[in-house]
């Protein structure tokens, strides 16, 4: 079974420029989180979908944010524009309906804004 | 914000000696998971627990959930180098939907 996918690994960036991260979930997985992790720092929740719906968007900031995820499956994570305090990596998890949560993890995309 | 805190936030230890790891919440949980990260990489869920009390042992590693369920203990028994990276507790509130919350994360070293 194919786990989490994202891209790209990398992105460096100028500050004030756009970039868009994509993630595409585990097959089947209705649930699709975003998380900024700062480097020896836990992930902190940016957004999380229950297929098409975002639920919980209470920590993303929308003024230069947004996120899709169009048909339920895969994700865009877009900023625009980028600051230096953007620098991190963004994670993208997925799990599906049951007792107790269990996220899958991407390998992540480190953004570095000069 | 991150409610859950976790102590030590850097270890660096010698192989084979032994290691704690809490993750402390004012918050009650109705779960909460321990995730291993390696360099690179998205964390890697290693156990879940649910009760209050509840031990749980993988291998060398041995989890303890708070009776209060508010906190939580990894202990590592004769450490490796494989044993290296940054540890993260997550603990999941239940609601309408399960909201998952991560610990400030401990930076394991173990040096051969």
């Known amino acids: 079974e194919a786990g989490v996918v994202q891209s790209p690994r990398y992105k460096i960036i100028e500050k004030k420029q756009p970039v868009a991260f994509w993630c595409n979930p585990i097959?089947?997985?209705?649930?699709l989180y975003w998380y900024r992790q700062n480097l020896g720092q836990g992930p902190e929740l940016l957004i999380r979908?229950?297929?098409?719906?975002?639920?919980?968007d209470s920590q993303l900031p929308k003024d230069r944010f947004s996120a899709e995820r169009l048909k339920g499956v895969d994700s865009t994570l877009k900023i625009q524009p980028a600051e230096l305090g953007d620098s991190a990596v963004y994670l993208c998890?997925?799990?599906?309906?049951?007792?107790?949560?269990?996220?899958?993890f991407g390998s992540g995309t480190q953004l570095s804004v000069l | 914000t991150q409610l859950l805190e976790q102590s030590p936030q850097f270890l660096s230890i010698q192989e084979g000696e032994n290691l704690t790891v809490y993750c402390n919440s004012s918050?009650?949980?109705?779960?909460l998971q321990w995730y291993r990260q390696e360099p690179g990489e998205g964390p890697v869920l290693l156990v879940t627990v649910v009760t209050g009390g509840e031990v749980k042992k993988l291998k060398r590693l041995t989890f303890q959930f708070g009776d209060a369920r508010k906190d939580s203990s990894l202990h590592i028994t004769a450490a490796q180098p494989g044993d290296t990276g940054l540890y993260l507790c997550?603990?999941?509130?239940?609601?309408?939907?399960?909201?998952?919350?991560f610990g400030t994360g401990t930076k394991l070293q173990v040096i051969p």
């Open positions: 918050s009650v949980f109705s779960s």
């Open positions: 979908y229950e297929n098409e719906e975002a639920v919980d």
């Open positions: 998890a997925s799990s599906s309906r049951g007792r107790v949560e269990k996220l899958f």
């Open positions: 997550a603990g999941t509130h239940r609601g309408g939907y399960q909201k998952v919350t």
């Open positions: 097959s089947g997985h209705n649930t």
